[in-house]
Structures are given as structure tokens and as C-alpha cells.
């Protein structure tokens, strides 16, 4: 059973940095692209990062520059460094993995705070 659990959020202040972490199990973790999407409160979920099986990364315009995507295959971990964070980066940020033949999963997600 895929299972995917976040951890890092919490509350900053503008200009500040949080580093998030995912840690997956239930699958072959180095084979699959991970991803890791926010969902502000009465917004639509937005896709954030997202880094390939060979380390090819990803960004929404609204993150470049800011937020780093990585990953450490023998933990099965991806990891988000936000840096310069900003009041319009207060979301939930959730990592998810498509898997082959069995779907999409996400994790629980962890809550960012930026204050200004």
C-alpha cells in the first residue's frame, strides 16, 4: 500500500525559509516522478514542483527562482526548500505520486503559514 506522509510546514514570515519533506513507502520510490502541489484555503490545488525519476525538475512560474525540488531515492524522500516565501505561499502543501496501473496518491499534507 502506497503511502505517503509530509512533514516541515508551519508558520514563518515573509521572506523566510521552511523546507518540507515526504517520505513515500509502498512502492520502487526511485522509478517515479514525485510531485508536490498547494491548495490555498477557496483556491483550486495548484501543481508546485515536480522532479522526474532521472532528477529532472520543474515549476510553476509562482515558485521559480524561490523553491528548490529534490529527492534522496535510498530514503524514498522528496524534499521542497522554500526560500523568500511570501503571504500568497500560505497553502497546504500536499506531495503526490502517480502510480502505474494503480493511480494517483497523495499524502496528508502539511500546512504553510507566511506571515507579513
Known amino acids: 500500500q502506497v503511502q505517503l506522509v509530509e512533514s516541515g510546514g508551519g508558520l514563518v514570515q515573509a521572506g523566510g525559509s521552511l523546507r518540507l519533506s515526504c517520505e513515500a513507502s509502498?512502492?520502487?520510490?526511485?522509478?517515479?516522478?514525485m510531485d508536490w502541489y498547494r491548495q490555498a484555503p477557496g483556491k483550486q490545488r495548484e501543481l508546485v514542483a515536480t522532479?522526474?525519476?532521472?532528477?529532472?525538475?520543474n515549476y510553476a512560474d509562482s515558485v521559480k527562482g524561490r523553491f528548490t525540488i529534490s529527492r534522496d531515492n535510498a530514503k524514498k524522500t522528496v524534499y521542497l526548500q522554500m526560500n523568500s516565501l511570501k503571504p500568497e505561499d500560505t497553502a497546504v502543501y500536499h506531495c503526490?505520486?502517480?502510480?502505474?496501473?494503480?493511480?494517483?496518491?497523495w499524502g496528508q499534507g502539511t500546512p504553510v503559514t507566511v506571515s507579513s
Open positions: 503526490s505520486v502517480g502510480v502505474s496501473y494503480s493511480g494517483r496518491y
Open positions: 522532479i522526474t525519476s532521472g532528477g529532472v525538475t
Open positions: 509502498g512502492l520502487n520510490f526511485r522509478i517515479y516522478a
